[in-house]
């Protein structure tokens, strides 16, 4: 036959065909009668009142502290139902509350002897965290999960907290006291504050009302003088209107004169068109010709004269190859001469430097009477015992050539005396 639970609670079907029992949160299940058995365990919120009398905390001082607790089975959890099952099945809600309700309370006590009077009144979110996370870790093994956790009491029989209070309570007095001197002083602050917030403030309305005063006499000032300058400007306006009408005339009669002038400029620029014309016909023309006939005659005397210099540059080099060949020709003549000279020097030794020397006698006797006849005055002396005159003249030079005899002996060591007469002529024959 089926069986059904609601959302808070649970069924748990052992026996035939069950190892290990099924369990179901929330829904229905098919039981075997006789052979299968169907048991149920309660799912709903416990809420737990977890009191704490006279616990001595880390200073030593009892305190009682009461907390509010909501604690559950856990059905979604296979694991949590699985222990909650093992522990608590066929217990009812007040034994299950009973057994969690131990447990809380143990692990508060733990607490409150670890922190003092201060740290549990003045930070009770703290403490209770530390509860819920303590306690929490003990309660999974058993499938009981903590929903929640608030500390709801703490007082205490030697008042202790009420000497914590009357301490805060002064504090607060004082405080209040405080502030409300404070609150008084920056009243009159405020006041002179505003006080002098009024007078700046009157005393900038009474600029500003002396600005708005200026201003106004500014602008009045200023509308009269763009009032009186526009009335100028009107009186203006007729002068100088009646001073442009005057000149758009002018400009219009300027403008006449333009255009006449302008006619008169086209009337010459085709004058001046047609005597060009003219005159390229009459002069231009004819001087072009005359420059072609003139550049023409002018190329043609230019190629005459390259020609005849070519031709004078080809006589030239003619007859400087025939002076050259003429030169080499009495080089060589000279040469072979010069050869037969010194042959003859060679054979005929004194002979032939004595004929050189006669040779160069009537060269010489010209050099000595040379002086002579470049004179021109000559005013000879006598002692009385000699020849005067010319002859005297005459017999001073053959003086000195009888001398040179002597002389070229000195200088050749050849006596011109002693040289063979035949001899001589020979050489000569042989050097002429």
């Known amino acids: 036959m089926f069986y059904t639970c609601g959302p808070n609670e649970a069924m748990v079907v052992s026996g035939f ?30 809420t737990l009142n977890v009191k704490s009398d006279k616990v001595y905390t880390r200073h030593g001082v009892p305190i009682s502290v009461t907390g509010i607790a909501q604690v559950r ?39 409150i002897a670890h922190l003092t009077v201060e740290e549990i009144y003045q930070d009770r979110k703290k403490f209770s965290e530390q509860v819920f996370k303590v306690a929490s870790s003990d309660l999974v093994n058993m499938g009981i999960s903590v929903v929640s956790y608030t500390l709801k009491d703490v007082h205490d029989d030697q008042e202790y907290l009420h000497s914590l209070g009357k301490a805060r309570t002064a504090q607060v007095q004082k405080d209040a006291r405080i502030g ?29 009302m002396a600005k ?24 203006m306006a007729y002068q100088l209107q ?32 047609r005597k060009e014309k003219e005159l390229e016909a009459k002069v231009k023309k004819p001087a072009e010709a ?20 070519e031709a004078e540059a080809e006589a030239i080099r003619m007859k400087g190859e025939a ?28 002979g032939a430097m004595v004929d050189m020397l006669l040779e160069k006698l009537p060269l010489m006797a010209e050099e000595i009477s040379k002086p002579l006849s470049a004179a021109q005055k000559v005013t000879m ?52």
């Open 17 to 46: 065909c069950r190892s290990p029992p099924v369990m179901i949160a929330g829904g229905r299940v098919f039981v075997i009668p006789c052979v299968q058995n169907i048991q149920r365990i309660s799912l709903n919120t416990l």
């Open 73 to 111: 089975i856990q059905g979604q959890n296979k694991e949590m139902l699985a222990a909650a099952c093992q522990m608590f099945m066929g217990k009812s809600e007040s034994e299950i509350a009973q057994i969690a309700l131990e447990t809380l309370e143990g692990h508060q006590r733990a607490i």
């Open 180 to 208: 409300e001197a404070q609150y008084k002083r920056d009243a009159v602050i405020k006041e002179a504050l505003a006080m002098q917030v009024k007078v700046s403030a009157q005393y900038l309305n009474e600029i500003e």
């Open 212 to 235: 708005a005063q200026r201003d106004f006499e500014l602008k009045k000032a200023s509308y009269d003088m763009e009032v009186n300058t526009k009335k100028a400007e009107s009186e």
């Open 242 to 273: 009646v001073a442009k009408t005057k000149q758009r005339i002018e400009e219009e009669k300027m403008q006449v004169q333009v255009v006449e002038r302008t006619q008169q400029i086209m009337l010459q620029e085709q004058e001046i068109t």
């Open 290 to 309: 005359e420059k072609y006939k003139l550049e023409k005659l002018a190329e043609a005397e230019r190629l005459q004269l390259i020609m005849e210099a």
């Open 323 to 350: 002076e050259a060949f003429a030169l080499e020709a009495k080089g060589r003549a000279e040469a072979e001469q010069m050869s037969k000279k010194a042959e003859a020097f060679k054979l005929y030794k004194e």
């Open 381 to 432: 002396v006598s002692n009385g015992g000699s020849e005067v005159g010319a002859a005297k003249l005459t017999g001073e030079v053959l003086d000195i050539m009888t001398r040179l005899p002597q002389a070229v002996e000195k200088l050749t060591g050849v006596s011109i005396s002693q040289v063979d007469t035949g001899l001589t002529f020979h050489g000569l024959v042989v050097l002429y």
